[in-house]
């Protein structure tokens, strides 16, 4: 259990402190308080609100997301060699690969390998066709 809380922590501390800021930039972080305390609890937390509003956030994010992937997946061997590489739109609706134990290991390594896509809006080419299948 002390395992979880240590990494839901540090995902939570990249997620506030890196990508939000990335993507949103400072001034957007720090005008509705998105960064994460220094120490103790954020005590902010409104259960009140509409859960409509959190659904057209969560729609734009859907939006959002597929520009942020690479238009293919890459597969590399433990050594770090280049296996190969598969389109995104091929494997989005049939993740089968996903389903053997070496190929995962392969891919991420891939992702390990690859280098990381610039933040914009522009939706890379293998990823327009993932959406609402």
């Known amino acids: 259990q002390e395992s979880r809380k240590i990494v839901g922590a540090e995902i939570q501390h990249i997620t506030y402190n ?9 001034v957007l972080t720090e005008t509705f308080q998105l960064k994460s305390k220094g120490n103790g609890y954020h005590m902010d937390y409104n259960d009140e609100l509409p ?5 057209s956030v969560g ?12 238009g293919e997946l890459e597969f590399y061997n433990p050594n770090g060699e280049k296996k190969g590489e598969v389109a995104m739109n091929s494997t989005y609706w049939a ?16 992702l390990i390998n690859s280098k990381a896509q610039k933040v914009d ?13």
């Open 18 to 26: 890196e990508f939000l800021p990335a993507i949103l930039g400072e």
């Open 51 to 55: 859960t409509t509003t959190l659904n």
């Open 59 to 70: 729609n734009a994010v859907l939006q959002f997301i597929p520009s942020l992937l690479p």
């Open 95 to 110: 993740p089968f690969p996903a389903h053997d134990t070496r190929q995962v290991q392969e891919l991420v390594m891939g």
């Open 121 to 133: 809006l522009n939706m890379a080419p293998g990823t327009k066709h993932c959406e609402y299948k």
